[in-house]
T-cell receptor, first 115, second 112 residues
């Protein structure tokens, strides 16, 4: 398996524009997670899905952020409208389960810059 | 949730062993100890995990104190490619919704 695949690797956009980040989890994994990493706040969990259903979105910063998982092999994180403070690295991760002894596998991330 | 405390940074020489400490004095009996690392410009990567006994794998060893209030990640021979931020994280066996929560981690610098 190629691992968790994220696209694009880098995204530069202007304030107010819509941004869509994409993720393909590892085949067979039932859980998908979106994290955000900034210098100030470190790695934060935004939302996670189980079998394509959003389970906990309490980490989503505000209504400008939305995430979907239309099928088991694809998820998107959308920011509309984007703001400079959304600049961060966004990581997608997947796992078989959320048992305490389970591993998470992370993608390489999308570096988002909002000008 | 039980918290972990790690030094902000550590230095090591190449080809020498590295001992990365983690304190978790409020750990519960059902908390697994996980270690992840993040190489520059990469996502976090699983390293090792354990509950009570010491663990070894191809990447590292995990030494867990008898009272479980601290643990140490051991890299037996550091290479330049081991330069990364290392995160020590607790996950509760009894809490199915307990997600991986990352703290500040330890930035390991490896000198040639």
């Amino acid at each position: 398996d190629a691992g968790v695949i994220q696209s694009p690797r880098h995204e530069v956009t202007e304030m107010g524009q819509e941004v869509t980040l994409r993720c393909k989890p590892i085949s067979g994994h039932d859980y998908l997670f979106w994290y955000r990493q900034t210098m100030m706040r470190g790695l934060e969990l935004l939302i996670y899905f189980n079998n394509n259903v959003p389970i906990d979105d309490s980490g989503m910063p505000e209504d400008r952020f939305s995430a979907k998982m239309p099928n088991a092999s694809f998820s998107t994180l959308k920011i509309q409208p984007s703001e400079p403070r959304d600049s961060a690295v966004y990581f997608c991760a997947s796992s078989f389960s959320v048992r305490a002894n389970e591993k998470l596998f992370f993608g390489s991330g999308t570096q988002l810059s909002v000008l | 949730d039980a918290k972990t405390t790690q030094p902000n940074s550590m230095e090591s020489n190449e080809e020498e062993p590295v001992h990365l400490p983690c304190n978790h004095s409020t750990i519960s009996g059902t908390d697994y100890i996980h270690w992840y690392r993040q190489l520059p410009s990469q996502g976090p990567e699983y390293v090792i995990h354990g509950l009570t006994s010491n663990v070894n794998n191809r990447m590292a060893s995990l030494a867990i104190a008898e009272d479980r209030k601290s643990s140490t990640l051991i890299l037996h021979r550091a290479t330049l490619r081991d330069a990364a931020v290392y995160y020590c994280i607790l996950r509760d066996l009894n809490n199915a919704g307990n997600m991986l929560t990352f703290g500040g981690g330890t930035r390991l610098m490896v000198k040639p």
